[in-house]
């Protein structure tokens, strides 16, 4: 879970909110504005996140690994962007509970443009409490897609916890959202393995063996800095991640992919011969991320296949933060890679 955060704004009337009395089985939201990405979007985010990512750092290479013409979007950044356009449904979020079933259908090259619709999967009233906001969970389902050619680019679901606009309302909501598979089966991912990469350019001079089941951390922590910038240049609308009197102690949450992009470019670091990101198994936000938190990264190799002549890894990586000298967990994400 992404943190719960203070409740210090009641429901208006006049307020566009969603809340969660407000949404159906079935809905589709409002669409977000599409996002062309370039080198300026690009630019920025590896400003915030440092992702040593090669094939998306250097148009030669990603050129010469893919065998077409362009540069790379790092699948990350692609990530926020659709996260951020379905934050119609979520503007009122107390917390985001878990993404699941996160595949990456194609690669995204600079100048494409995104488009992300929002269907309400499914609703589920939690328990009314005197001590707290009358609040509930809605299941999301996203769909983003790619305007220059129609094509998918990536689906997945995510779980929100939201406001209730009106306390009163009877609670009659109770679906069966069903839970995260964290196990990772490699053998249903080779179908989304890159036809035609060439991972040649991407081998390592120096491989040392990774066995499987080892988890290695990398030593290199790092300071969560730029957070707006982030949720501003993917129009993430969650007033939590922009005003500090939402968050946690008066302090802003950072949002949560932001914790997902720093924890992939430690990956990177310790895994430079990656060509791209295919897909999350699953992601649990399993505690709060405020600015200046300094985060740590675990790595640990679950599976590995030859696939089409590179390496089909399943990794989990898990995140401590460290904050006023305390240590929590706040991050367990199932993801799988391909590369040299």
């Known amino acids: ?17 969603p809340y969660m009395d407000d949404l159906a089985v079935g809905q589709v939201l409002e669409a977000a504005p599409a996002t062309t990405i370039g080198p300026g979007e690009a630019a920025v985010y590896q400003a915030v996140c440092g992702d040593p990512l090669a094939t998306c750092l250097s148009r030669p290479l990603a050129e010469a690994v893919t065998g077409r013409p362009g540069a790379l979007v790092n699948p990350a950044l692609v990530m926020h962007v659709s996260i951020g356009q379905s934050t119609v449904a979520t503007r009122r979020v107390i917390a985001n509970l878990f993404y699941r079933g996160v595949v990456l259908q194609r690669p995204v090259r600079h100048g494409e443009t995104l488009h992300t619709t929002v269907r309400i999967l499914g ?3 939690l328990t009314r409490r005197p001590d707290r ?12 897609v790619c305007l220059d050619d129609g094509t998918v680019v990536v689906e997945y679901e995510r779980c929100a916890m ?3 606009r009106d306390p009163d309302a009877e609670a009659c ?6 839970e995260v598979d964290p196990d990772i089966d490699l053998d249903s991912w080779m179908e989304r393995v890159p036809v035609g990469w060439d991972t040649a ?3 390592p001079a120096d491989d040392p063996v990774w066995p499987i089941g080892e988890r290695r951390t990398d030593h290199m922590r790092d300071t969560v800095t730029g957070a707006p910038q982030l949720v501003r240049l993917t129009q993430n609308l969650a007033p939590v991640h922009r005003d500090g009197t939402l968050g946690p102690d008066g302090r802003r949450l950072v949002y949560g992919g932001h914790t997902i992009g720093l924890a992939q470019a430690s990956m990177h670091r310790l895994m430079p011969g990656t060509a791209t990101v295919l897909g999350w198994q699953s992601c649990d936000h399993t505690g709060p991320v405020q600015e200046e938190d ?6 640990t190799l679950l599976d590995e296949r030859q696939v089409s002549g590179g390496r089909l890894r399943a990794v989990r990586v898990e995140v401590d933060a460290e904050r006023d000298g305390h240590t929590s967990h706040v991050l367990d994400w199932r993801v799988v890679i391909w590369g040299a």
């Open 1 to 17: 879970m992404l943190g719960h955060v203070n409740d210090p704004m009641p429901a208006r009337a006049d307020d566009p909110g």
């Open 123 to 125: 609703l589920k009233d």
């Open 133 to 144: 906001p009358a609040r509930g969970l809605a299941l999301l389902g996203m769909r983003t």
């Open 162 to 164: 939201l406001r209730v």
């Open 173 to 178: 909501h109770d679906d069966d959202l069903g």
């Open 201 to 203: 350019p991407l081998k």
């Open 294 to 299: 300094i985060l740590a990264c675990h790595h």
